[in-house]
């Protein structure tokens, strides 16, 4: 079992940057792999970035080059670095975890954080 409670969400304007944090609890956060999701109103829940146990990364298209991830497994804590916000990155934003391979798929996620709101205005 892990807990994940995000952090950094706020209220930015577009271009600006935000760094998201998500911190763990337990022993074993290295042997998961890690996703952002996103959720914006009257819409599905989309991947925007994971990473392997071994910091191999992966984007959905939308954010390459503009957001990256990394992960720091002695603080148990895995970060998502926002830069060039666009108002269409305007949601809530979900740490996951899983201990199998790596996914996109929101459903293959066992734990979930709260998330955290990221609003970009124009």
């Known amino acids: 079992q892990v807990q994940l409670v995000e952090a950094g969400g706020g209220l930015v304007q577009a271009g600006g940057s935000l760094r998201l944090s998500c911190a763990a609890s337990?022993?074993?956060?290295?042997?998961?792999?890690m996703a952002w999701f996103r959720q914006a109103p009257g819409k599905e829940r989309e991947f925007v970035a994971a990473?392997?146990?071994?910091?191999?990364?992966f984007y959905t298209d939308s954010v390459k080059g503009r957001f990256t991830t990394s992960r720091d497994n002695a603080r148990n804590t895995v970060y998502l670095q926002m830069n060039s916000l666009k108002p269409e990155d305007t949601a809530v934003y979900y740490c996951?975890?899983?201990?199998?391979?790596?996914?996109?798929?929101?459903?293959?996620?066992?734990?979930w954080g709260q998330g955290t709101q990221v609003t970009v205005s124009s």
């Open positions: 996951a975890a899983r201990t199998r391979s790596i996914s996109s798929y929101a459903s293959d996620y066992d734990y």
């Open positions: 337990g022993r074993t956060f290295s042997t998961y792999v």
């Open positions: 990473i392997t146990r071994s910091a191999g990364t």
